[in-house]
C-alpha cells in the first residue's frame, strides 16, 4: 500500500467515524433553533425553496440533463482524486461568484440563488461520479448521489441512516425499487432546506447579502465536494480491493 493510499484510508476512517456519531448536545439544539427559525421564515420563501429542490431532485431522477458524461476507466486512485480535486475547486469558486452576484441584487435575486446554487451541486455531484468511473445512466447510481447529498446537509439522526445505506450499497442497491417514482424526495427536500436555511437567510439582508452570499456558497460545496469524495472513495476500495496495492 503507498503512503497516499494509507492517508486516504485514515481520512476515510475519521470520516467513517464522523458520520456514526451519535447527535450532540449542540446538534440538537442548532435542530431545535432551526425549527424555531423556519417558523418565522415567511411561507413564500419556503414554497420557494421547496419548490426548488423537488424540480432539480425529480430532474436528477427522471431527466438526462446531467448525463453528459461518461465514467472514466483505467485511472487510479489518486488520478481520480486529483481530477475530483479541480472539479470541487471550479464549482466552488463558479458558486461563491454566483452567491456574491445573487447576494447583492436584494431580496428576489437572492431568492434565485436557491435553485442556481441547488443546480450547480448536482452537476458537480454527476461530474464526480463519472470521474470515479460510475455510471449514472443507472438510475441508482443517481440515487446514491441523492445520499450523498443527504449526507452532506442533513441532521445527525438522518446522517446516520443514510450512511448505512451507502457503506453497504450492494446490498442496499438492490433492494431498491423499480419504480423510482417511490424516491422520498419530500425528506429530501425538507433535510436539505433545513439544513442550510440559517445561513442562507442571511443572504437575503440588506448590505451582507453579497459577502454571505459568496462565502456560505463555497464552504457548501466545499462540504459537498469533500462528503462526495469519501463516499466514492469507500465503493471503490470496496469495488477494486486492487487499488489498496497502489
Known sequence: MTPYVQAVRNELTRWQQA??????????????????????????????VTAAIKQMTRGVLFGAEFLNRAPIQGQTLIQRDAAVARRIEFYKKTSAAEGGVTGAGGFLLGLADFPILLSLK??????????????????????????????????QESRQVVYQYIANWPEHSRQLPDDINQFDWLTFQQEYRDYIDLAKMAQLIPGIGAAVGIVVNYRLVNQLGRTAMNAYRMRLLQDQPALLRE
Not at 458520520?19 to 446538534?27: C, D, E, L, N
Not at 440538537?28 to 420563501?45: A, E, F
Not at 448536482?122 to 443517481?142: N, P, Q, T, W
Request: no cysteine; net charge positive.
Open 19 to 48: 458520520m456514526q456519531k451519535p447527535p450532540s448536545t449542540f446538534g440538537k439544539l442548532s435542530t431545535s433553533l432551526q425549527r424555531r427559525i423556519n417558523r418565522i421564515i415567511p411561507d413564500r420563501v419556503h414554497a420557494i
Open 122 to 155: 448536482m452537476k458537480m455531484l454527476f461530474e464526480i461520479a463519472s470521474l470515479y468511473g460510475y455510471s449514472v445512466k443507472d438510475y441508482r447510481e443517481r440515487v446514491f448521489i441523492l445520499y450523498i447529498f443527504q449526507l452532506a446537509f442533513s441532521s
